[in-house]
């Protein structure tokens, strides 16, 4: 899995490795933080974060801006006589037809966008400066997490400004490497990633996973583990899969082909297969598909015995079921293990003859117990391991005999080792209080085991803890040119609303004046359970060294606190999360960090989504609005690729009278009044986004453009062969930072600090 976070910003925890869907009970970022797998297919593998829902990724994407004075001229952009009536009321829908994003029109349109967004930006002051600034911050060796697989052992290494990392192979620790495989050699301009999954038992084969351009769209090839050489199958349609390993074969989950655009057509009856090695996908085995509930997810994995297999099923982001099966059972069968889709359930392993799970039944904080595989859905000879505690269990892995659980404490990282059992807990020295780690995973007789750290100051480094010593070494902390020592991180807590207390995180410069003057650009995503934690951004650095404030706000709908906190800022209760962050920015202001004309406001995805509510909601709340890859059509959002996915997180426009209402009462698209004046808005989206669809932001654009009164601008800035924000090459993304930073600096008025 790949652990990054919500910005485009090589700036987290990357390892090029696997990129399985973890614990179900969050989306996407940060995709934002993913744990690592350690090389096997884990049920902590079974998580959606990044994976099924919006993802953290893409957030921070870049902005623009020019000469405020200036009046802007936009691309013309004609309008229809669409209407809907739902509920009784009718809804206009001019822009419908900017929905199809391959027809020539659109096309045309979408470039005649994409060069007024690049004459503006371009010609703004500073940015070249800015680039320059970003690629000597990016300019640093970086590795990633190694892996073992059998004796040998892989990482990914990056020189600093290859657009991918490259896969590197000692054949055992301390042997000399070699690239086992480059992704940088499979296109042109670096925008096919490549990464490996699991590895066969035997140690003889790996599966190659391909993204290209940005899209969510995989193809998986099975290599050779001696030779790096393809053995030639090509498995096609995978989306949102591992691959888990059981003798010959994996298992893994695939859709039938789209019908219409591979981008945008809805995607239906994904499906569990078994691939046996050497032969044509099209021989594989269906192992699960429900023909009669087109709308759901479906997962299949081995523990590291390879006796139990489980499948995981969801409807989207809000629960899951799970069933095991016994290999070596006289008759196998599916088992239930958890039913129904009210809570989130993983199975992390199979440890001395129970099952153990993570869950957040009875414990919305989560707890692990111990099931009886006889009886595995039978929760009284459930055993508590791990109990619930006051922190939120993040994650649990079995590693080298001891059980490491990641806990979230005020969304920082705290880390326990305890026996099998649960017992004999001990604290894991991490470098700092605050911060976030991924790792801690591996096989049950591994002797170590590797694990990241990074903080809003430390660029992301890897340990190595001996096992029996339980003692961490620095192995690797890459050299980035600034000075740590200058900034500072603190962490605060707000009153929203209606009284919740709130936490926000702020960085700056060492000796801030709280005059109300200082440019401050505000971020946070809340949704989808996803929890937003502390991490290394070069690109942030660039706009703290010119005297800006970085915050980053903890709202509800994410899942720092559990549950909970999560159910607080969903369906009919997303306006706390609208209200959390109204509070995070005037609390910046009453505290004197900033002014509202001094700030900039920013978020991807369900972010994206956040940005464009809190725009439309209060107009001046913000001078400089940068909503990326955002869900902005809020009535329409489930009709694209897996966006019935959000139905649990968001409701549904075609189904309740109380969905519809509340949801065109947020909907970012639908509350843009003529003759208002918005923010300096940069909209942003990828023309291979098929997680959110680039309509939501094609008809934002249209619709802010024609009716936001002044000359403040509003640019629509398309990436080309890019996607929702994973994988983009190391290029893509110093220009989208340079042009952020251009036009939050420019718009704040903010160039002479």
Aim: contains cysteine; negative net charge.
């Amino acid at each position: 899995m790949v652990w990054g976070q919500c910005e485009a910003d090589h700036n987290v925890i990357v390892t090029n490795f696997e990129f399985t869907p973890s614990n179900p009970r969050a989306d996407a970022k940060r995709g934002s933080r993913e744990a690592i797998d350690g090389g096997r297919c884990t049920f902590e593998a079974m998580k959606f974060k990044s994976l099924l829902a919006l993802g953290a990724a893409g957030a921070l994407f870049a902005s623009c801006g020019a000469d405020s004075t200036q009046t802007m001229t936009y691309p013309e952009t004609r309008t229809v006589d669409v209407v809907d009536t739902l509920w009784d009321t009718p809804v206009a829908d001019p822009y419908r037809w900017l929905e199809n994003d391959r027809d020539p029109e659109v096309m045309a349109w979408v470039a005649d966008q994409a060069e007024t967004a690049m004459s503006f930006l371009h010609a703004l002051p500073g940015r070249e400066e800015l680039r320059e600034r970003c690629e000597e911050l990016f300019n640093h060796p970086r590795v990633g997490i190694p892996r073992r697989i059998g004796e040998k052992v892989f990482l990914t290494r990056n020189n600093g400004l290859q657009n991918q990392s490259v896969i590197f192979v000692q054949d055992h620790e301390g042997a000399e490497e070699r690239v086992f495989l480059d992704p940088n050699t499979l296109s042109e301009d670096g925008t096919v990633t490549a990464s490996l999954s699991g590895a066969s038992p035997d140690g003889r084969y790996v599966v190659e996973v391909r993204n290209a351009a940005g899209s969510d769209w995989q193809e998986m090839r099975v290599l050779d583990l001696t030779t790096g050489e393809s053995t030639g199958e090509v498995l096609e349609w995978v989306k949102f899969s591992g691959a888990s390993w059981v003798n010959d074969g994996f298992y893994y989950s695939r859709y039938p082909a789209p019908e219409g655009s591979a981008f945008s057509a809805e995607n239906t009856f994904h499906s569990v297969y078994f691939h046996k090695v050497g032969t044509p996908q099209d021989q594989d085995e269906l192992v699960f598909r429900n023909d009669n509930e087109p709308n759901r997810y479906h997962f299949a994995g081995a523990t590291e015995d390879g006796r139990y297999i489980v499948l995981n099923t969801s409807t989207g982001t809000d629960g899951n079921a799970l069933h095991v099966m016994d290999r070596e059972a006289d008759n196998p069968a599916w088992l239930p293990l958890v039913e129904g889709f009210k809570h989130h359930s993983s199975l992390v392993e199979h440890v001395e003859g129970k099952l153990y799970v993570l869950t957040d039944i009875g414990a919305p904080r989560y707890r692990l117990v111990a099931a009886d595989p006889a009886s595995p859905s039978d929760q009284s000879l459930w055993q508590d391991v791990l109990p619930e505690s006051d922190d939120l269990l993040e994650s649990v892995s079995v590693v080298g005999g001891q059980l490491w659980a990641t806990y979230l404490h005020n969304a920082s990282h705290r880390v326990l080792r305890c026996d099998l059992d649960g017992s004999n807990p001990r604290v894991v020295a991490l470098p700092a209080d605050v911060g976030s780690v991924g790792g801690f995973g591996g096989k049950m007789d591994a002797e170590e085991l590797y694990y990241a750290f990074t903080s809003f100051t430390q660029p992301t480094s890897i340990y190595k803890l001996d096992i029996a010593s339980g003692t961490s070494t620095l192995w690797s902390q890459p050299e980035v040119a600034f000075d740590p020592s200058a900034f500072e991180a603190k962490q605060i807590w707000f009153p929203s609303k209606d009284g919740t207390q709130v936490p926000m995180f702020i960085v700056h410069q060492k000796g801030l004046a709280l005059d109300g003057t200082n440019p401050t650009l505000l971020y946070a995503y809340g949704g989808f359970n996803i929890s937003l934690t502390p991490s290394f951004s070069a690109s942030n650095i660039a706009f703290l060294e010119r005297g800006g404030v970085y915050a980053m706000a903890n709202l509800r709908g994410g899942g720092e606190f559990g549950e909970a906190w999560h159910k607080a800022g969903m369906l009919l209760d997303k306006q706390n999360v609208f209200d959390d962050f109204f509070a995070a920015g005037d609390h910046l202001v009453a505290e004197g960090y900033t002014s509202h004309d001094k700030l900039a406001i920013a978020g991807g995805s369900n972010g994206g989504l956040l940005v464009g509510a809190i725009m439309t909601q209060r107009p001046d709340f913000a001078r400089v609005a940068l909503p990326a890859v955002g869900v902005m059509d809020m009535l329409r959002y489930h009709k694209f690729t897996i966006g019935w996915g959000w139905i649990p997180e968001y409701g549904c426009a075609d189904s309740t009278k109380a969905d519809f209402e509340n949801l065109l009462g947020y909907s970012p698209v639908h509350n843009l009044n003529e003759g208002v004046t918005y923010p300096s808005t940069m909209v942003t989206t990828a023309d291979h986004d098929d997680r959110v669809v680039p309509a939501h932001s094609f008809k934002f654009a249209a619709r802010l453009q024609a009716v936001h009164k002044g000359d403040r601008p509003v640019i629509l800035r398309v990436e080309t062969n890019a996607g929702h924000g994973a994988g983009k090459p190391i290029g893509k993304i110093l220009d989208e930072q340079a042009d952020k930073w251009a036009f939050v600096l420019n718009e704040l008025d903010a160039w002479e600090l």
